[in-house]
């Protein structure tokens, strides 16, 4: 009996956190008509989330797409299709690759920044100050950075692909010798729109997803550095666990 009940307790634990969040989503929401009139407010953000997490997006994009161009070629060069390379690395980057890598980097660089910078911001009484003055701390500092981060994932993850396809590019003609207009020509006609949108669609998911999770976590964290500090790697956490489990349901779907 005992189990059972730390059983459903349990679950509602998990049922009151999910509309905790949900109820959260709904209030920063409610804010976003008086924040379009202050689109600075949203650039700032899309820069301190998207521009600064460039490097480390870019340098695994070329990294993840050499690597894909050497074990693709040595899968397809078994059944003498090198020339397919392309379409494979393609396919694999746009559907999964792209918008997963991309979240996973997203969510421990801006995600961390987002959850520490608000938990700080209550840990010091400066979201109290805003109340105090009358401003909306989440139309003022939270909704912003939910937006920006919603916007700049899917540009990232745009970025991702292209560096990832001159990676495999690098590796698999420059390198070891497949046919440029077949590596080309191939990925043009194998690759269609659906293909682009079910990246498109996921990685506008993930930006959700992870920029929801590190705003509500750093704005409902313990006032204390320890509470900030586990705000941080609740964020890591949830987001990299919640991105699979997203990922395999929206494939589902999709296919």
Do not use: H
């Not at 976003?32 to 949203?42: A, E, F, H, Q, T």
């Not at 999964?96 to 979240?103: C, D, I, K, S």
């Not at 969510?107 to 400066?126: K, Y």
């Amino acid at each position: 009996m005992s189990q059972l009940q730390e059983l459903i307790e349990s679950m509602r634990e998990f049922a009151r956190s999910i509309g905790a969040v949900v109820l959260f989503l709904v209030r920063m929401l409610g804010t976003l008509p008086r924040l379009l009139l202050r689109p600075r407010l949203i650039v700032e953000q899309i820069y301190n989330t998207g521009a600064l997490s460039l490097v480390i997006v870019m340098i695994c994009g070329m990294f993840i797409g050499m690597v894909m161009g050497l074990q693709f070629y040595d899968i397809l060069a078994r059944f003498g299709s090198e020339e397919a390379i392309g379409v494979g690395a393609a396919l694999g980057l746009l559907k999964e690759l792209g918008p997963v890598v991309t979240a996973l980097l997203f969510a421990g660089r801006a995600g961390t920044a987002l959850a520490s910078e608000i938990g700080l911001m209550r840990a010091t009484d400066q979201l109290s100050a805003m109340e105090i003055m009358a401003v909306d701390p989440i139309m003022r500092v939270v909704t912003p950075r939910f937006i920006g981060g919603v916007i700049a994932m899917p540009l990232l993850v745009a970025i991702f692909i292209a560096i990832g396809l001159f990676g495999v590019q690098l590796v698999a003609v420059q390198q070891l010798g497949v046919e440029s207009g077949s590596f080309w020509s191939q990925m043009r006609s194998s690759v269609g729109v659906d293909d682009v949108t079910d990246g498109v669609v996921k990685s506008f998911v993930f930006g959700v997803a992870c920029s929801l999770i590190a705003v509500y976590e750093g704005f409902t964290a313990v006032p204390t550095a320890e509470g900030v500090g586990r705000a941080t790697t609740r964020t890591v956490v949830i987001s990299a666990v919640l991105i699979l489990i997203l990922d395999y349901m929206l494939t589902a779907v999709m296919l």
